[in-house]
């Protein structure tokens, strides 16, 4: 028999973008409607490379926001990464983590590392106090296939990184092949991944479905039908290892629909909603609330949150576009109907 309605302890977001000024304004509710926390991507321009920056960001998320959403800020990474400011902001309470860009690899990455050996310090320091690493998971080295650069990263730098910090907790973001999946499965318990909807359902035939399709194209991009399947795989197994993590990322439509068109897929509309259709696909509903809920707060070792949510099995049709302020953001799945609804 269908299941009709599903209530699950109020999950978080583990990978956010919400950008600033009047574009944080416009995105930040969707957010704060589905998720208690939300961990918050640093990379705006300049960069969040201070602890007094994350706190001023921090203060301008909240009010827009509203109450009952806690952003969890990340500290942005650079060649020059002070140990002692990243130590002062952790034991503040400002940062929780901070994330490794490879310089280019993504938006607002120009800032990015450059070769992992100039971290050592702020990395040997985040392990000893216990501070996360959040991995954007590709090599940016031109003659490496765009289709190829997470499983070389994996080879090049996150085995290393296993190695010579055994005691460091990372995340690695956003995975999106096979390799990624079996790695962090099989794995050491300080290693973890985030998994985004967009991955769990398009491959890389939907940039090409009829023309370009600029709202499918995001950073790490879409692969091959195996991989969105292992993936699937690894987000419904109910290993703690594999948490939400959205990467919702907004841009103007303006921005998107170009010559040169940003990487970034907006979902936080209906991010919920998505992973749910996934997870009835898999037969797997008894698992998402450890998948949304649970596994991502124990990783990080945080509390668990006491609310809930209630989604229904109910048709949710998503709009073709959503308002941001003199302009518009296409959102993820924007005129397809989803069966789940979320209701309180």
Avoid at 37 to 50: K, W
Avoid at 173 to 198: C, N, R
Avoid at 215 to 239: I, Q
């Amino acid at each position: 028999m269908q299941t009709q309605s599903l209530t699950i302890r109020r999950p978080d977001d583990w990978h956010l973008h919400l950008r600033d000024g009047d574009l944080l304004s416009a995105v930040a509710p969707y957010s704060a409607r589905q998720f208690a926390r939300a961990i918050i991507m640093p990379n705006l321009l300049p960069p969040v490379t201070t602890a007094s920056a994350a706190d001023a960001y921090r203060s301008r998320i909240r009010a827009a926001a509203g109450e009952g959403f806690e952003p969890l800020m990340t500290c942005y990474l650079t060649d020059q990464a002070d140990p002692d400011e990243l130590e002062r902001g952790f034991r503040e309470g400002i940062w929780v983590a901070a994330k490794l860009y490879p310089a280019n690899a993504t938006t607002n990455s120009a800032h990015g590392v450059t070769d992992i050996a100039r971290l050592r310090p702020a990395l040997e320091r985040m392990q000893r106090i216990g501070m996360l690493l959040l991995v954007h998971g590709e090599v940016t080295d031109p003659e490496i296939d765009i289709f190829d650069r997470e499983a070389v990263f994996i080879d090049r730098v996150l085995t290393g990184l296993l190695r010579d910090y055994p005691e460091l907790k990372i995340v690695f973001e956003h995975i999106t092949t096979a390799d990624a999946a079996k790695f962090v499965a099989e794995g050491p318990s300080q290693l973890a991944a985030t998994i985004t909807p967009q991955h769990l359902h398009l491959n890389r035939n939907a940039l090409f479905a009829g023309g370009i399709r600029p709202h499918a194209y995001c950073l790490p991009v879409v692969k091959r039908e195996k991989h969105r399947l292992a993936v699937r795989a690894a987000a419904v197994s109910g290993s703690p290892k594999f948490f939400l993590g959205t990467d919702s990322a907004p841009h103007l439509r303006e921005t998107k629909e170009t010559g040169c068109g940003c990487a970034g897929i907006f979902n936080a509309p209906h991010a919920l909603e998505s992973y749910l259709t996934v997870f009835e696909e898999e037969r797997a509903l008894d698992r998402f609330e450890a998948f949304a809920s649970e596994h991502g707060a124990r990783f990080y070792g945080l509390p668990l949150n006491e609310g809930t949510i209630t989604l229904e099995h109910s048709p949710t049709t998503v709009a073709e576009a959503v308002d941001a302020g003199a302009s518009t953001l296409v959102p993820f799945h924007a005129g397809e109907t989803l069966a789940w609804r979320m209701t309180s």
